[in-house]
């Protein structure tokens, strides 16, 4: 069966641009708002160098945890793009202690 | 290296489509907009400075690993619920995923564009279907027309998981849609 079709895929590709197009004009403005803030926040903020050997540590520490990436660079790569991961550990172990009693 | 103007251009130019991926996921306006909002301030707060032609792996594999944290989040949040809903303590209507609840922008569509929305829709309905990395692959590769280099680095492994996942969310995406753009 032939799965790659550059005309099935650039028509697809067409609907889907289509598609993304037609925002509703409040959405268009939400997206603009986020878009200012991003970059008014992204441009006055920088990653603690901290917090990737920290995290990294607790993983070691809890590698058996259910709801923890599978491996110390899954968790490296998930506090790197989500710091506040770090401060809801606490309740995913919380949660994992609830399943394992419940 | 980019300047300030170029990533604020290259924002403006992905934010629909990043939002229209992330509603994929989420089916929620308000999460899908957080979503992109936070992809979009971590690529500036700690990409700004690399080269332009380096943002859209880059943004794509954050908003990637937002997504799937979401989706981990969401699970974890549904077993809680349900615990709870078990335990008398909720009803399991309120743990259940949400309704998309986007108004329609146009209104009542025009009958020539009937048929190709009825398209658009079914073709989302198979995407929100597919498995977490075939999806990937599809959006990167397909909707933003990311190469197998780029899309696998966006999705943190190898350009051979690319074509895999890439080939079988095409096999389905065709069967069930392909009459739709023959």
Same mark, same amino acid.
């Given at each position: ?12 590709? /067409?609907?889907?641009?289509?598609? =993304? ?10 997206? *603009? ?50 710091? =506040? ?11 994992? +202690?609830?399943?394992? +009693?419940? | 290296?980019?300047?300030?103007? !170029?990533?604020?251009?290259? @924002? ?5 489509? *990043? ?17 992109? #909002? ?28 937002? @997504?799937?944290?979401? #989706? ?17 303590? /909720? ?7 949400? !309704? ?15 048929? *190709? ?32 280099? #780029?899309? /696998?680095?966006?999705? /943190?492994? +190898? !350009? ?10 095409? #096999? ?11």
């Amino acid at each position: 069966m032939k799965v790659r079709d550059p005309g099935f895929e650039a028509r697809l590709r /067409a609907a889907l641009r289509a598609h =993304e197009a037609r925002l509703p004009p409040e959405l268009e403005t939400r997206l *603009a708002d986020a878009r200012q803030q991003a970059i008014a926040q992204g441009a006055g903020r920088r990653h603690p160098a901290w917090r990737v050997p920290v995290a990294l540590g607790l993983s070691l520490l809890r590698p058996q945890a259910v709801v923890a990436p599978r491996t110390a660079a899954d968790f490296v790569l998930l506090v790197e793009d989500d710091p =506040e991961f770090l401060a809801d550990l606490e309740f995913y172990l919380w949660l994992e +202690s609830q399943d394992e +009693s419940g | 290296m980019g300047t300030d103007a !170029e990533l604020e251009a290259f @924002l403006a130019g992905i934010e629909r489509r *990043a939002f229209r991926m992330a509603e994929l996921v989420t089916h929620n306006a308000d999460d899908a907009l957080e979503l992109v #909002q936070d992809a979009m301030t971590r690529l500036v707060e700690r990409y700004r400075d690399r080269d332009s032609a380096e943002w859209p792996p880059l943004f794509y594999r954050i908003l990637t690993h937002r @997504l799937r944290d979401w #989706q981990r989040r969401r699970r974890l949040r549904f077993r809680w619920l349900s615990l709870w809903a078990d335990r008398g303590g /909720a009803s399991a209507a309120e743990a259940s995923p949400a !309704e998309p609840e986007f108004p329609d922008p146009a209104g009542a569509d025009p009958p020539r564009e009937l048929q *190709a929305r009825a398209g658009i829709e079914r073709l989302l309905e198979v995407l929100q279907e597919l498995p977490e990395r075939q999806r990937e692959a599809f959006v990167l590769r397909i909707w933003e027309g990311l190469d197998t280099r #780029q899309t /696998a680095r966006a999705m /943190a492994c +190898s !350009e051979g998981s690319v074509k895999t996942h890439l080939s079988r969310a095409l #096999q389905v995406v065709r069967r069930e849609v392909g009459r739709h753009w023959p």
